[in-house]
């Protein structure tokens, strides 16, 4: 997490009083101090994509920012890839070596048989010469996909939404795809969500997909990107800034009767 400037106290006495500064110092360990009012509300600073070529089989996959990060800020990753032969263990490095904590990961069984899983690495080192190159490590499989995101302006760990499948038998619809309700306080203001919503059973697949392409962002909601085209655009990235206490929502909405997966955090 980031850590704020540890302050020591420096005494001064002028005319008969005392005066007693607080001057900012180097301090490490420590929890970080909610956010107050004034700190900078989170963002996003940019992000990169990476797929496999449709059916082709692969292991490990890397994808590297487009700029050079910066120091104390966050990296949320989210990845996608067929579980049809059983759910895969994933884990994340990069070349900085900042440690990645796995936030959630869910499967949506037949017929899509595809994970989502998302991950963060909070206070990294940052970059000085080239970009950071983050890698996904998992078993040998296809239709694999990544999503790098670095946010600025982040003070704690993040909150979690509850990851949601929703099997065939969903119609489309308007507002109808989401993760589950973040719940944020006031002391946890401003903040950013983000979600990644995927259509598991749309596009072309292993299974066979059904056509369709991937969800839109729901009212409220700003679309970044779209993602991972395997016959169309499968997964929609997008944000929500949160400025006070509310049960935040990652909303989306369903294009056809498809499977969906969805998963979001609330970084602050």
Same mark, same amino acid.
């Given at each position: 997490?980031?850590?704020?400037?540890?302050?020591?106290?420096?005494?001064?006495?002028?005319?008969?009083? $005392?005066?007693?500064? #607080?001057? /900012? /110092?180097?301090?490490?360990?420590?929890?970080?101090?909610?956010?107050?009012?004034?700190? *900078?509300?989170?963002?996003?600073?940019?992000?990169?994509?990476?797929?496999?070529?449709?059916? !082709?089989?692969?292991?490990?996959?890397?994808?590297?920012?487009?700029?050079?990060?910066?120091?104390?800020?966050?990296?949320?990753?989210?990845?996608?890839?067929?579980?049809?032969?059983?759910? %895969?263990?994933?884990? $994340?490095?990069?070349?900085?070596?900042?440690?990645?904590?796995?936030?959630?990961?869910?499967?949506?069984?037949?017929?899509?048989?595809?994970?989502?899983? %998302?991950?963060?690495?909070?206070?990294?080192?940052?970059?000085?010469?080239?970009?950071?190159?983050?890698?996904?490590?998992?078993?040998?499989?296809?239709?694999?996909?990544?999503?790098?995101?670095?946010?600025? /302006?982040?003070?704690?760990?993040?909150?979690? =939404? %509850?990851?949601?499948?929703?099997?065939?038998?969903?119609?489309?619809?308007?507002?109808?795809?989401?993760?589950?309700?973040?719940?944020?306080?006031?002391?946890?203001?401003?903040?950013?969500?983000?979600?990644?919503?995927?259509?598991?059973? =749309?596009?072309?697949?292993?299974?066979?997909? +059904?056509?369709? /392409?991937?969800?839109?962002?729901?009212?409220?909601?700003?679309?970044? !990107?779209?993602?991972?085209?395997?016959?169309?655009?499968?997964?929609?990235?997008?944000?929500? *800034? &949160?400025? +006070?206490?509310?049960? #935040?929502?990652?909303?989306?909405?369903?294009?056809?009767?498809?499977?969906?997966?969805?998963?979001? #955090? &609330?970084? %602050?």
């Amino acid at each position: 997490m980031k850590l704020r400037p540890r302050l020591r106290e420096t005494t001064y006495s002028i005319l008969g009083l $005392v005066l007693v500064l #607080a001057v /900012g /110092g180097c301090g490490g360990g420590g929890s970080s101090a909610p956010p107050t009012a004034g700190d *900078p509300a989170p963002k996003l600073a940019q992000m990169n994509t990476f797929q496999t070529t449709g059916p !082709a089989f692969a292991v490990n996959s890397s994808v590297q920012f487009k700029s050079l990060t910066k120091s104390g800020d966050t990296i949320w990753v989210a990845a996608t890839l067929s579980d049809f032969a059983g759910a %895969h263990t994933i884990s $994340v490095t990069d070349t900085q070596g900042n440690v990645y904590t796995l936030l959630d990961q869910e499967n949506d069984g037949v017929p899509g048989t595809q994970t989502l899983a %998302h991950f963060y690495a909070a206070n990294i080192v940052g970059d000085t010469a080239a970009p950071d190159t983050v890698t996904v490590v998992w078993s040998n499989d296809n239709y694999k996909g990544i999503l790098i995101a670095e946010i600025s /302006g982040t003070t704690a760990a993040p909150l979690v =939404g %509850h990851a949601a499948k929703i099997q065939d038998g969903l119609s489309g619809g308007t507002n109808n795809v989401t993760s589950g309700a973040v719940n944020v306080t006031t002391a946890r203001t401003p903040a950013l969500l983000v979600a990644v919503s995927m259509n598991t059973s =749309g596009g072309a697949s292993d299974t066979g997909g +059904s056509g369709f /392409g991937g969800p839109t962002a729901g009212s409220g909601m700003t679309q970044v !990107a779209t993602l991972w085209n395997w016959g169309t655009e499968l997964a929609t990235f997008a944000t929500l *800034p &949160v400025t +006070s206490a509310e049960s #935040a929502t990652s909303v989306f909405s369903a294009p056809d009767l498809d499977s969906y997966v969805t998963v979001a #955090a &609330v970084f %602050h």
